[in-house]
């Protein structure tokens, strides 16, 4: 497990095509929100400059690395290294565990520089070093469960589907599970099973949107799906989080027998 | 380490069968694997190597049944395989691909795993190479990264599918004398369309067709088939038919034929001593494949 952690981790960082499109993404998105940024660089609260620039962080990037580790898992069989790997004695979970949390982290380093500057930034120019520790947690608990989420898809859908077909499905899946009004039309979006973490954001870090007036998570009224949305209370963040892992860690088991389909 | 197969089928969904009874046994030391394209000779190894379920039958290396989990880990232990159809991360250099595998396979100690990599690396003659990048290798050199891969742990059995496809002529031979060297205490099965390799490195082989055995003997057991049917002809017509045209050779008064034939395949053809490959092909011929069994 451990060895594949160390090269998944280390192929998909020399990724430079990864490093690329994030730069990119919060290129444009810098340029887009300016004033947005100078606000949050404004922002008296440590807490809520943190908490928006999470949001912000699992709004958009999360498109950007689930596309990138689509290829991750099939890849192994297109490029014919499979029978390499399958004839040795190491354990098909432990390599499949090593692969998924070696690319799922090195997809996350982008993420933690992107964040953390943003971070260092902020400390730097509002004085307030605390703002380091709420992003600390910010990323640990809203930031890395969706990169866990999304990466253990982003590795076995493309087993079922072609790589660039799920990547298409997934942008519209993105935006229509995680933003649209729930009163619009069905979606998980605001639910327990959103990875962009309603829950955890407004009941960790008391985030309500831009305006701070804003509900993310809870039932909603005349909306489908509300058995997904319970009250929302810190209990339920972590059960949010809690749900979210279990939801990556069946959708990974699932994952030998799908390869096992194709390849035997 | 034995191999012993038998009855062996694979289907693959929706086709024929790509196994079809098979029985073989293979005894330690260097052993040939013969037979045209799609006879089964990848699919009897990805079972032998522990990729592949198969339909029916009994597999037992050294004793461990490689169907189940426990016998296929077992197995996997003392494995090298080479597989036919190779590739690599476009994105390691040889050398961490090859530290990469070594781990898989559990040599734990780094620096064991380090001085067995730059080991085989001086083996497989890419040192020079060693630490660019695999993406810019040519297809020969990805094969000798394949090979170092399978040498790597010091396996009791040696798996490889068609290792010199592809290499020069230099590093043919090279590694074919390797396989013979390494063989000793070893078992190593060799599968290739080279038939000199076979006749050079083995004293054993089979020889496969449509799944089932054809051949199973000596080298010079399937050099004998083609005693006495091997010919020399020298025409400027048509090619002689009746046979099969091992090759045709421009000599002066037109080309110079050997052909593998029951009969001789002109009044004025010469006979020849054959070689492994001819025994190979009149394997293949009707009046041989009755008797090819016979011990
Ligand atoms: N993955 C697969 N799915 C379906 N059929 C397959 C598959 N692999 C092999 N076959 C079929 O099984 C038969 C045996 O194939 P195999 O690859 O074992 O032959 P081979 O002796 O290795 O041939 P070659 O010399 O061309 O490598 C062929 O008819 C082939 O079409
Ligand atoms: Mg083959």
Known sequence: MTAAFVYEFRMQAR??????????????????????????????????????????????????????????????????VAPILDATPASTAGRLSGKYLGSCAAAAVPLAIIYFGFAVLYAATAGHPVALAWAAALFAVVILPAVLFVGAFALVVPLLIPAPLFRVLFVGYWFWGNSIHPTLMPTLSQSLISPIGPYPLQELFGYGGPGG?????????????????????????W???????AVAALVLSAAPALRARTTR | MRIEISGLVKTYKGKGRALDGLDLLVPTGMFGLLGANGAGKTTLMRILAGLLRPTGGEVRIGGYDVTGRAGRQAVQRVLGYLPQDLGVYPDLSAREFLDYVGLLKGIDD?????????????????????????????????????????????????????????????????????????AGERTVLLSTHI??????????????????????????????????????????????????????????????????????????AEPLAPTLEDGYLALAQPGAAEDAMRP
């Open chain 1, 213 to 237: 007036d804003v509900v993310l998570a809870g039932p909603v009224d005349d909306a489908t799906l509300n058995f997904l949305r319970p009250a929302a209370t810190a209990a339920t963040a």
């Open chain 1, 15 to 80: 990724k430079r095509s990864m490093w690329i499109a994030n730069g990119v993404i919060v290129a444009l998105l810098g340029l887009l929100t300016a004033n947005l940024l100078t606000d949050a660089l404004d922002e008296p609260s440590a807490k809520v400059a943190m908490t928006s620039g999470a949001f912000l962080v699992n709004l958009i990037l999360p498109v950007v690395y689930g596309c990138f580790l689509a290829d991750r898992l099939v890849r192994d069989d297109k490029l014919g």
């Open chain 1, 239 to 245: 059960l949010s989080i809690g749900v979210l892992l």
């Open chain 2, 195 to 268: 038939v000199d390799d076979v006749a050079q490195t083995c004293r054993e082989l089979a020889v496969l067709a449509k799944g089932r055995l054809v051949f199973r003997g000596t080298v010079d057991d399937l050099t004998r088939r083609a005693d006495r049917r091997v010919w020399s002809v020298v025409t400027a017509g048509p090619a002689p038919t009746g046979g099969t045209v091992v090759s045709a050779l421009p000599v002066e008064g037109g080309l110079r034929y050997r052909v593998v034939a029951s009969v001789p395949p002109a009044p004025d």
């Open chain 2, 110 to 182: 780094r620096a064991t795993r380090r001085r067995r990599v730059g080991e085989l690396l001086e083996v497989v003659a890419l040192t020079g190479d060693a630490d660019r990048r695999l993406r810019g290798y040519s297809g020969g050199m990805r094969r000798r990264v394949g090979i170092a891969q399978a040498l790597l742990a010091d396996p009791r059995l040696l798996i490889v599918d068609e290792p010199t496809a592809g290499l020069d002529p230099e590093e043919r031979i090279r590694f074919r004398t390797l396989l013979s060297q390494l």
